[in-house]
């Protein structure tokens, strides 16, 4: 199976010829996730399909085997938290303010959420999740113009078939899925608080910042890569037991 390979630090790369396909057994949603935990973790994970149907804790073990990070007896939690907090002070907070549990919302409102997001990445250098998509606005981008089409139809009276109202919807939702794409400023899942954040930050860099301050391995290890998949997967760590199956368990394909 033809899949990009990554080296320890490096990011997986990506391909570009399109007669490469993706191997059809794994599913897109699993294919994502095990690239998302190649870059993470700075490893590469070979055949995705050997590895489909074990559980998070036995992936957990692979991981910590094929990783080369020093050893050391450092949080790595508490030095992300702290580089966060350094990041957050451009913003013109001052340090005793952000603490682990301040609400990141606080720091971060909805009106400016989007450009001091990407703000806070470049200070980072690290990989941030991306913000998500009110329901209400994702509902209306779905179903708004039908309605509206069906209000036309019914109300001022325009003569619009049934066919023709599912059609020009079709037409509509593209331009207003875009529409909606500045709505997207919910925090992930588990970035409610700055140190929830400073967990998320982590799980999603975790070679980069092993690979610099050290790592503890083990049950580290674990606790990130099930706090990947659950960014990964839109969830909450309490969701994702260690013995779940990738990708039964996790409702994936």
């Known amino acids: 199976m033809l899949k990009p390979t990554a080296g320890v630090g490096s990011t997986p790369m990506t391909l ?12 897109e949603d699993t294919w994502d996730l095990f690239e998302a935990i190649e870059c993470s973790f700075g490893i590469d994970l070979g055949d995705y399909r050997s590895h489909c149907g074990r559980t998070i804790r036995d992936l957990a073990a692979d991981v910590g085997r094929l990783t080369k990070y020093p050893s050391a007896d450092k949080c790595l939690t508490a030095i992300t938290f702290y580089r966060l907090r350094r990041a957050l002070q451009q913003f013109g907070f001052p340090r005793s303010t952000v603490r682990p549990a ?15 997001w990407q703000q806070m ?9 991306g913000l998500l998509y009110p329901r209400w606005a994702l509902l209306l981008a779905l179903f708004g113009p039908v309605t509206i089409l069906g209000c036309m139809k019914t109300f001022w009276g325009i003569p619009l078939s049934v066919a023709s109202i599912l059609g020009l919807s079709v037409l509509l939702v593209i331009p207003a899925i875009f529409a909606s794409i500045p709505f997207a400023r919910t925090l992930p899942p588990g970035s409610d608080t700055c140190g929830g954040l400073a967990e998320v930050i982590l799980a999603r860099n975790y070679a980069a910042i092993a690979t610099e301050n050290g790592s503890r391995r083990g049950a580290e290890v674990l606790w990130a890569l099930r706090q990947l998949v659950a960014t990964e997967m839109v969830m909450n760590i309490e969701q994702v037991s260690p013995d779940a199956r990738i990708p039964q368990d996790l409702n994936i394909y």
């Open 121 to 129: 990445r470049d200070q980072l250098g690290l990989e941030l999740p």
């Open 16 to 27: 570009l010829d399109a007669d490469i396909k993706r191997d059809p057994v794994v599913g």
């Open 102 to 116: 301040t609400p990141v919302r606080k720091l971060l409102p909805w009106r400016n959420r989007r450009m001091r």
